[in-house]
């Protein structure tokens, strides 16, 4: 995986914690990592290979902990906390975030409330005019919604 990939992943964990309501302090540190990890010149593989754990510590934003995430990932694809959190919140969701005027609160209480984690569920919830039912989706929002699905 490259960096890019690695900083991508972080990004949407962060995102999906966004969705969960999670601590913001945690997402922003993902976020913050990924931001790092997205334009380090060297590849991080060549940094866990040579260095390992304290050579990534020395990347802005990357702590241990973060640092034992990148090496999870670049040993088997992918970490623990991806794991258990899109085993509770599906990655799908962030496809929500895809159509206009659907951003991290709404998409959270499409998920949470109604249930609402992927394309297709949004589909059969705007088909059954489930949009009147969110609150803060006004009539403009709702119509933007709506045209982005049928595309």
């Not at 088997?76 to 005027?101: K, M, S, Y």
Request: no cysteine.
């Amino acid at each position: 995986m490259d960096n890019e990939s690695i900083a991508r992943r972080f990004y949407q964990l962060a995102t999906l914690m966004e969705i969960r309501g999670d601590d913001p302090f945690r997402l922003r540190s993902y976020r913050n990592a990924g931001e790092a990890i997205e334009t380090w010149p060297t590849p991080l593989r060549d940094i866990a290979r040579k260095e390992g754990v304290a050579g990534l510590q020395t990347i802005p934003g990357v702590g241990k902990a973060i640092a034992g995430k990148i090496v999870e990932i670049l040993d088997r694809g992918t970490f623990d906390v991806w794991e258990r959190i899109t085993a509770e919140t599906p990655a799908t969701v962030l496809d929500l975030l895809e159509i206009p005027g659907i951003g991290p609160k709404t998409a959270a209480t499409l998920h949470r409330k109604f249930k609402v984690s992927s394309l297709p569920d949004l589909r059969k919830f705007v088909a059954g005019g489930g949009l009147e039912l969110v609150d803060g989706i006004g009539p403009k929002t709702a119509e933007r919604i709506k045209e982005s699905l049928q595309t």
